[in-house]
């Protein structure tokens, strides 16, 4: 019976750790081909969904640019660029950018200046750090360019223009950033189920690691230090890349 336990156990870790990656490109390029949306795996869904809301606001700086360089009002710009307009909103962010645009386009409608209006939009509570900071870091810079534009008469849809290019240069490097830190992840979840494997394998070799480890002093011992071992392992490479992400991010 343990020898049958060690086996699946072996083969279900291997399977998981090994075949996951190349299982996901196969599937990813075989709905592509198939003109569906490519798979991702379930522990990058979060990352990219991160990665659409805050895309979302290069869209509405590119739409107020156009919609002002046609020659719309602020207020007939911030309705028109809204999420509301062309579709419902089904993100924090999305909700959020609705009720700035609305909220800026009444205190425009009333005679108040766009720089003031954006000044007194509450704090977005998005759930997400990273989201919360970028939306008050975005709405602080949209307010930037729009009291310059007040204040010097610089044409504002360029400079909205420009803030859009920026941040999506900025979208871009925290992209490149995760792809490069994707294969420290990796490393650090396969380096985590290598001692589960190392006790299956024994197992199935007939030395009962279990027994070892659990009744004798010396195995205890090794059992605790390995413990402790790995988790300090991780709590390191975990550091690392919090310092690197942070690195990046200046």
Do not use: K, Y
């Not at 336990?5 to 390029?29: E, I, K, Y």
């Not at 009002?73 to 911030?78: D, N, Q, R, V």
């Not at 941040?167 to 830190?181: C, I, K, P």
């Not at 009744?215 to 413990?227: E, H, I, K, Q, R």
């Amino acid at each position: 019976m343990s020898t049958v336990l060690a086996l699946c156990l072996c083969l279900g870790g291997s399977a998981a750790v090994l075949l996951a990656g190349p299982v996901h490109r196969v599937r990813s390029v075989a709905r592509a081909g198939a003109g569906a949306v490519p798979a991702v795996p379930w522990w990058t869904r979060f990352t990219r969904d991160a990665e659409a809301e805050s895309a979302e606001w290069t869209a509405l700086l590119r739409r107020l640019a156009a919609l002002l360089q046609a020659g719309r009002s602020p207020a007939a710009a911030f309705e028109g660029a809204g999420p509301g307009g062309h579709r419902r909103p089904r993100t924090g962010t999305g909700r959020h950018i609705e009720l700035l645009c609305t909220s800026v386009a009444a205190a425009a409608r009333l005679g108040l200046s766009v720089s003031t209006a954006l000044a007194g939009v509450p704090a977005p509570q998005l759930g997400h750090r990273p989201l919360e900071r970028r939306a008050v870091a975005t709405t602080a810079e949209l307010s930037l360019c729009w009291a310059v534009s007040e204040r010097t008469g610089a044409p504002l849809a360029a400079l909205l223009g420009g803030l859009a290019d920026a941040l999506e240069a900025e979208l871009d490097a925290e992209a490149a950033r995760g792809t490069a830190l994707a294969g420290p992840r990796s490393t650090v979840r396969i380096l985590t189920w290598l001692p589960v494997l190392g006790i299956g394998l024994g197992m199935l070799m007939g030395v009962d690691p279990l027994r070892t480890l659990l009744t004798t002093p010396w195995g205890l011992a090794c059992l605790v230090a390995g413990a402790v071992l790995a988790l300090l392992g991780r709590v390191w490479t975990r550091t690392l890349i919090v310092r690197a992400e942070a690195v990046g991010a200046r």
